[in-house]
């Protein structure tokens, strides 16, 4: 698999020296919206870089890395992902851009009835992230916190309703917007870009942040670290907190 990275790779490279420069960006799901809004900024600027953008979990694309996908950025909704590939020397310089939290989501027509977020576990059909990605690994925890607060029952039933656990959490959301799901546990970013889902907020001393942290693959060109500074920059951070990042 390893070998036919590598060759693709190559027939990439051949590509692009033939018309404009390919950016190879790699993001986690969650990124989709801003970091679209992002691409369209920097072909903008550099209109002979044509940024590509890959999006999936962060366990998804740091395995697609280590296997020789030709990325020139990776940004990981986990710090865990990326430094294992800081680790092994396939990423370097990685820096924290942003952070995002939690929310239930539900459907316009919450058919459950949930209000509030104790009256989670009143949900039939539930649907988190699996537990090796980032946003299900955090609904976890959450789950965690509040059998704390509202008894030992409280996730155990919340997680005996679980219908289904998706690999990132569009997945997860689209569950709920076709109705198939009661309620879903998925980031803040997610749930602000459907117009197909209400928010449920989870009290602030339960909930979980997760860090969001990007850096350059291998020996990229200088479009990555351009791609980089882009993110980092005042206009960067403005449009991901439009799309509901946290950027302090």
Not at 9 to 27: H, M, N, P, Q
Not at 65 to 76: F, H, K, N, R, T
Request: include cysteine; charged fraction near 20%.
């Amino acid at each position: 698999m390893r070998t036919l990275a590598l060759v693709a790779a190559l027939v990439i490279g051949g590509c692009r020296s033939a018309g404009r420069e390919a950016l190879d960006v790699y993001a986690a799901s969650s990124l989709t919206e801003a970091f679209a809004e992002l691409e369209q900024a920097f072909e903008g600027t550099y209109p002979d870089v044509d940024v590509r953008l890959t999006l999936a979990g962060s366990q998804v694309l740091r395995l697609q890395i280590e296997q020789g996908a030709p990325a020139d950025v990776y940004a990981s909704a986990n710090p865990q992902h990326m430094r294992a590939l800081v680790d092994e020397g396939l990423v370097h310089d990685a820096i924290e851009f942003a952070a995002n939290e939690l929310v239930v989501i539900v459907p316009q027509d919450n058919p459950a009835g949930i209000e509030v977020f104790d009256q989670l576990p009143l949900a039939e059909g539930v649907v988190l992230g699996t537990a090796n990605v980032p946003a299900g690994l955090y609904a976890r925890e959450v789950l965690k916190r509040s059998s704390q607060r509202f008894g030992p029952d409280f996730a155990a039933q919340v997680l005996g309703h679980v219908v289904s656990e998706e690999s990132n959490v569009r997945l997860a959301r689209a569950k709920v917007e076709l109705g198939e799901a009661d309620a879903a546990l998925v980031y803040r970013t997610d749930a602000i870009s459907s117009d197909r889902v209400r928010v449920v907020e989870i009290p602030e001393a339960l909930n979980v942040k997760g860090s969001y942290l990007i850096g350059v693959v291998g020996d990229a060109g200088p479009s990555a670290d351009e791609w980089v500074a882009l993110v980092l920059s005042p206009s960067g951070r403005a449009v991901l907190q439009r799309h509901g990042f946290s950027v302090e």
